[in-house]
């Protein structure tokens, strides 16, 4: 079987990965043998999701950004501001609004084993610090290919750019782009810190992913192959869990280490982002699902309650 990803084998998301590959190796008595093609090296996340329905890669991993064009309610997790903590994302990939959107996978010829996650995601440039919402006009940020993510970055006063991952590194470094929206580890291992002087927390996203298999493949397999499959997958949660959170407390420090500068946006200023971009989730809400809408903030809020 092959696995694609797009980051690095140096990102939790790649570490999971191999732990993947090591639990369904085990469980199976060795008779699957996966391997893990990292830095988009079969295609970006479209293009992967695309080949795992097509049959023509087994595994694949996609941001929930990134599997909108399939299952377009996953976009739910890109409304700006949504999440204040990773305990409230988890609670909703946990819980039955997560289970419910693996269960749009099938009729996409996918399917939906489990969730890891980029974490939060954050803004760096070449410009200037971040501090207060007119420091993002007329930045030129490359953005996901995604329309929320583009209307939100526009809803900031930015000039958003959709562009492939794998496009990124070179478009900073040419300055034909001014900065990127990440998460801190993704920043690391893309080795963003070479190109970028200033990094912000923004929190304006947290962004899960997915782990698909093509349905296709999945049909030819017998219940207990499946278990394995998904058996691991859920292993591979707890691990990238401890592994990713860890790795998120150290990287800032790294990320200064290396030269970035970096700062935070005061409560009153992250007010005034929060504003800006409350249209973009008004807007999409129909779009999504008010119900579903409606049930994931009722989850968040049942989290921040006890927090």
């Given at each position: 079987m092959k696995f694609s990803y797009a980051v690095s084998a140096?990102?939790?998301?790649?570490?999971?990965?191999n732990k993947f590959i090591e639990v369904a190796k085990e469980k199976s008595g060795g008779k699957f043998k996966i391997t893990g093609y990292p830095d988009a090296q079969l295609g970006n996340e479209?293009?992967?999701?695309?080949?795992?329905?097509?049959?023509?890669?087994?595994?694949?991993?996609?941001?929930?950004?990134?599997?909108?064009?399939?299952?377009?309610e996953l976009g739910i997790f890109d409304l700006?501001?949504?999440?204040?903590?990773?305990?409230?994302?988890?609670?909703?990939?946990?819980g039955p609004v997560g289970k419910k959107l693996l269960e749009k996978f099938p009729s996409k010829n996918l399917i939906g084993l489990c969730y890891w996650d980029y974490g939060f995601r954050q803004v760096t440039n070449s410009k200037h610090p971040i501090q207060?919402?007119?420091?993002?006009?007329?930045?030129?940020?490359?953005?996901?290919?995604?329309?929320?993510?583009i209307d939100t970055f526009k809803a900031l006063g930015a000039n958003p750019l959709p562009l492939p991952y794998?496009?990124?590194?070179?478009?900073?470094?040419?300055?034909?782009i001014d900065g990127q929206e990440s998460s801190y580890l993704v920043t690391q291992s893309s080795g963003y810190q070479e190109?970028?002087?200033y990094l912000t927390e923004t929190q304006h996203v947290f962004l899960p992913a997915v782990v698909l298999v093509s349905k296709r493949f999945w049909d030819k397999l017998n219940a207990d192959e499946r278990a394995v499959l998904s058996?691991?997958?859920?292993?591979?949660?707890?691990?990238?869990?401890?592994?990713?959170?860890?790795?998120?407390?150290?990287?800032?420090?790294?990320?200064?280490g290396a030269g970035m500068k970096f700062n935070t946006i005061d409560p009153?200023?992250?007010?005034?982002?929060?504003?800006?971009?409350?249209?973009?989730?008004?807007?999409?809400?129909?779009?999504?699902?008010?119900?579903?809408?409606?049930?994931?903030?009722?989850?968040?809020?049942?989290?921040?309650?006890?927090?």
């Open positions: 140096t990102n939790p998301v790649g570490l999971a990965v479209i293009q992967s999701m695309s080949s795992a329905q097509g049959g023509i890669v087994e595994l694949s991993v996609v941001s929930t950004a990134g599997a909108t064009s399939n299952v377009k700006p501001f949504m999440f204040h903590s990773v305990e409230e994302a988890d609670a909703v990939i946990d207060k919402l007119e420091d993002f006009n007329g930045l030129k940020l490359r953005v996901l290919q995604n329309s929320i993510y794998p496009e990124t590194y070179t478009a900073l470094e040419s300055k034909a190109i970028q002087p058996d691991s997958c859920s292993e591979s949660v707890t691990y990238f869990r401890q592994v990713s959170r860890q790795m998120e407390k150290d990287v800032v420090k790294e990320l200064v009153e200023q992250k007010a005034r982002l929060i504003e800006a971009t409350a249209s973009v989730t008004k807007k999409y809400k129909a779009q999504l699902g008010a119900e579903l809408v409606d049930e994931t903030l009722a989850t968040i809020q049942k989290v921040r309650g006890k927090q």
